[in-house]
């Protein structure tokens, strides 16, 4: 029911950015979706990519000398049309839910588009989705993209 | 394998009730003064200077009246001037080299070497020991205390002495398995080295230690942890200092609650070492200790500028005698921030309660506006990294609050990335001072 994401932790130093992306390239990582959290002394980069390739992710950015995590986070499909965004987030407000971020994929889809939302509960966010039918994606879903 | 049990080495005097110690020291006192003015021009002068005579010096309660001894007077005055024998009369020396220079000695008369050896005799029994066991002294032999008092402590209990010194691991491995040692006496970290070899050779069935006394330098509970895991034993902290006559002036049992200090050879006091005043039982402060024994070398209020605290209750163990708790500082390093005195090893405490917190951090001291501001810089590590940046504010608050509520100010609390805090080989250097305090 829910997408594995990866954070990775950036010092607010120029150059690393581009370290990362640069680390990512040679490997061969395919980035599905992709967000950067600014703050003044440091980013956190967040990904989603196929589950095939977690594996490599994660160990090449350790060995780049990266902090990286992995979590648990919600996938879901936004009608493509004005107020598409706001009929997703009227169901997580409506559950008493708030936001920590959301950021969406690089693919759009023929019938919307996909947004990673993170919440302070992902099981109550995903129940409250479900029961508003907005189409939630797995990973397995993800991976065949 | 753990199987040391509790012994008492002298339970009339280990157990003697707190009224019964205090007539002993205040008699012992007051002898002990009554030599130093008569023998010690330095203490003489001193006393004469704030006017006090050895009469009116009768209970502990008068101790307050007595001037201080600093480190830097066993230099000043190296190497006989605080002697209170004649020559003749000493039969040792021990000394330590001095990290600054100028090293520091301490001399022993017969009567010095026998106290000082019932001392050692009693925190091995109190770490279990007994006639029975064969002791491994892996303490430096020589001018520091270390051997050699582990060494007398270990024969005056009947037990069997290995004389190792330090250094040459390989070697005290082999002998402390085909010699069966049962206890082992060194600084805990030689120990933890120790014990990591064992483990890497896979001779950790093969050992039969089943404790040691380990001193000589500060360590704590994570530290004592580890060494008790990788040798199986029981691991005792033990307290000394040259200038008092080395390691055994106070000793843990195997209640490992505090460290009984040999109160009916040394007074113990607990001072604010900022206002000199002394402080109540069970507050922090810089431990001082006055020796009223010896005859050798019998220092007055020796501020030792360990921080530590005092607790007078009795031990599970039965032993009456004030417990000193593990020194947690220097004065050396202590930080005055806005008038509020500030260890670094508060802090320290602090962070490592504080899950994913590692021991890398940095105190930088500041005035602003003319008023004192501490940065706390702690590295974040990957179980503190989270991936929303509300998360990991989250964990920098709580540093902060809790910092607050431990030493009383608030700072600023920095979150840098992993491996920029310098590291340090040998003691590290975890405070930068950047007021200018110039005149």
Same mark, same amino acid.
């Given at each position: 029911?829910?997408?594995? $994401?990866?954070?990775?932790?950036?010092?607010?130093?120029?150059?690393?950015?581009?370290?990362?992306?640069?680390?990512?390239? $040679?490997?061969?990582?395919?980035?599905?979706?992709?967000?950067?959290?600014?703050?003044?002394?440091?980013?956190?980069?967040?990904?989603?990519?196929?589950?095939?390739?977690?594996?490599?992710?994660?160990?090449?950015?350790?060995?780049?000398?990266?902090?990286?995590?992995?979590?648990?986070?919600?996938?879901?499909?936004?009608?493509?049309?004005?107020?598409?965004?706001?009929?997703?987030?009227?169901?997580?407000?409506?559950?008493?839910?708030?936001?920590?971020?959301?950021?969406?994929?690089?693919?759009?889809?023929?019938?919307?588009?996909?947004?990673?939302?993170?919440?302070?509960?992902?099981?109550?966010?995903?129940?409250?989705?479900?029961?508003?039918?907005?189409?939630?994606?797995?990973?397995?879903?993800?991976?065949?993209? | 394998?753990?199987?040391?049990?509790?012994?008492?080495?002298?339970?009339?005097?280990?157990?003697?009730?707190?009224?019964?110690?205090?007539?002993?020291?205040?008699?012992?006192?007051?002898?002990?003064?009554? !030599? %130093?003015?008569?023998?010690?021009? %330095?203490?003489?002068?001193?006393? &004469?200077?704030?006017?006090?005579?050895?009469? &009116?010096?009768?209970?502990?309660?008068?101790?307050?009246? =007595?001037?201080?001894?600093?480190?830097?007077?066993?230099? &000043?005055?190296?190497?006989?001037?605080?002697?209170?024998?004649?020559?003749?009369?000493?039969?040792?020396?021990?000394?330590?080299?001095?990290?600054?220079?100028?090293?520091?000695?301490?001399?022993?008369?017969?009567?010095?070497?026998?106290?000082?050896?019932?001392?050692?005799?009693?925190?091995?029994?109190?770490?279990?020991?007994?006639?029975?066991?064969?002791?491994?002294?892996?303490?430096?032999?020589?001018?520091?205390?270390?051997?050699? /008092?582990?060494?007398?402590?270990?024969?005056?209990?009947?037990?069997?002495?290995?004389?190792?010194?330090?250094?040459?691991?390989?070697?005290?491995?082999?002998?402390?398995?085909?010699?069966?040692?049962?206890?082992?006496?060194?600084?805990?970290?030689?120990?933890?080295?120790?014990?990591?070899?064992?483990?890497?050779?896979?001779?950790?069935?093969?050992?039969?230690?089943?404790?040691?006394?380990?001193?000589?330098?500060?360590?704590?509970?994570?530290?004592?942890?580890?060494?008790?895991?990788?040798?199986?034993?029981?691991?005792?902290?033990?307290?000394?200092?040259?200038?008092?006559?080395?390691?055994?002036?106070?000793?843990?049992?195997?209640?490992?609650?505090?460290? @009984?200090?040999?109160?009916? @050879?040394?007074?113990?006091?607990?001072?604010?070492?900022?206002? &000199?005043?002394?402080?109540?039982?069970?507050?922090?402060?810089?431990?001082?200790?006055?020796?009223?024994?010896?005859?050798?070398?019998? !220092?007055?209020?020796?501020?030792?500028?360990?921080?530590?605290? !005092?607790?007078?209750?009795?031990?599970?163990?039965?032993?009456?005698?004030?417990?000193?708790?593990?020194?947690?500082?220097?004065?050396?390093?202590?930080?005055?921030?806005?008038?509020?005195?500030?260890?670094?090893? #508060?802090?320290?405490?602090?962070?490592?309660?504080?899950? /994913?917190?590692?021991?890398?951090?940095?105190?930088?001291?500041?005035?602003?506006?003319?008023?004192?501001?501490?940065?706390?810089?702690?590295?974040?590590?990957?179980?503190?990294?989270?991936?929303?940046?509300?998360?990991?504010?989250?964990?920098?608050?709580?540093?902060?609050?809790?910092?607050?509520?431990?030493?009383?100010?608030?700072?600023?609390? #920095?979150?840098?990335?992993?491996?920029?805090?310098?590291?340090?080989?040998?003691?590290?250097?975890?405070?930068?001072?950047?007021?200018? =305090?110039?005149?």
């Amino acid at each position: 029911m829910y997408v594995k $994401q990866i954070s990775v932790y950036l010092e607010n130093v120029r150059g690393t950015l581009r370290e990362m992306t640069k680390t990512l390239a $040679q490997n061969g990582v395919d980035m599905l979706a992709l967000s950067i959290a600014d703050t003044a002394n440091f980013g956190i980069v967040r990904l989603v990519v196929r589950e095939e390739q977690i594996p490599l992710t994660i160990e090449c950015m350790r060995s780049a000398g990266f902090m990286v995590r992995m979590d648990e986070v919600i996938c879901v499909q936004v009608p493509n049309k004005p107020a598409g965004l706001d009929s997703v987030l009227e169901v997580v407000d409506n559950a008493g839910l708030s936001v920590e971020y959301i950021y969406s994929f690089t693919i759009s889809l023929e019938n919307g588009a996909l947004l990673i939302i993170r919440t302070n509960d992902n099981d109550k966010a995903y129940e409250a989705l479900n029961k508003g039918k907005i189409k939630v994606y797995n990973q397995n879903e993800i991976n065949s993209l | 394998m753990k199987t040391a049990v509790n012994k008492i080495y002298n339970p009339e005097i280990e157990c003697m009730s707190r009224e019964a110690i205090r007539e002993m020291q205040n008699e012992r006192l007051q002898k002990t003064i009554r !030599l %130093v003015y008569d023998k010690v021009e %330095v203490y003489r002068k001193r006393m &004469d200077e704030k006017g006090v005579k050895p009469e &009116d010096i009768k209970t502990i309660d008068d101790l307050h009246l =007595l001037p201080f001894t600093e480190k830097t007077d066993l230099r &000043d005055y190296f190497p006989y001037g605080l002697f209170a024998a004649d020559l003749k009369d000493i039969v040792r020396i021990q000394g330590s080299s001095g990290t600054t220079g100028k090293p520091i000695v301490s001399g022993y008369t017969e009567n010095d070497v026998e106290a000082w050896s019932e001392m050692v005799a009693r925190a091995l029994y109190a770490a279990g020991g007994g006639e029975d066991d064969i002791v491994q002294v892996a303490y430096g032999y020589g001018l520091f205390t270390g051997g050699l /008092g582990a060494h007398q402590g270990a024969t005056k209990i009947g037990a069997t002495v290995i004389p190792m010194s330090s250094g040459n691991t390989e070697r005290q491995i082999m002998m402390m398995q085909e010699l069966g040692a049962t206890m082992l006496c060194c600084t805990p970290s030689y120990a933890t080295y120790l014990g990591e070899t064992v483990k890497e050779k896979g001779l950790q069935g093969k050992i039969k230690l089943k404790s040691g006394c380990f001193g000589a330098e500060p360590w704590t509970e994570e530290m004592r942890q580890n060494l008790e895991n990788l040798l199986d034993i029981d691991a005792m902290n033990i307290y000394g200092l040259t200038e008092m006559g080395g390691p055994g002036i106070a000793f843990e049992c195997l209640e490992k609650d505090g460290m @009984h200090i040999n109160e009916d @050879h040394v007074i113990a006091e607990i001072i604010d070492p900022v206002t &000199d005043e002394p402080l109540p039982y069970g507050e922090y402060g810089e431990l001082v200790f006055t020796s009223i024994t010896k005859t050798g070398m019998p !220092l007055i209020r020796y501020r030792t500028h360990d921080i530590c605290c !005092l607790n007078p209750e009795p031990c599970a163990c039965g032993r009456t005698h004030v417990r000193m708790s593990r020194i947690t500082g220097r004065t050396d390093d202590m930080m005055v921030i806005r008038g509020v005195n500030v260890f670094p090893s #508060q802090i320290e405490s602090v962070l490592m309660r504080v899950k /994913g917190v590692t021991p890398n951090y940095m105190l930088i001291v500041d005035r602003v506006n003319s008023t004192d501001t501490l940065e706390v810089q702690v590295e974040l590590s990957e179980e503190m990294f989270t991936d929303t940046v509300s998360g990991i504010e989250r964990i920098r608050d709580e540093i902060k609050e809790n910092i607050k509520s431990v030493v009383g100010i608030s700072v600023k609390v #920095q979150l840098v990335p992993p491996k920029t805090i310098q590291r340090f080989e040998g003691k590290a250097k975890r405070v930068i001072d950047n007021r200018k =305090l110039g005149f």
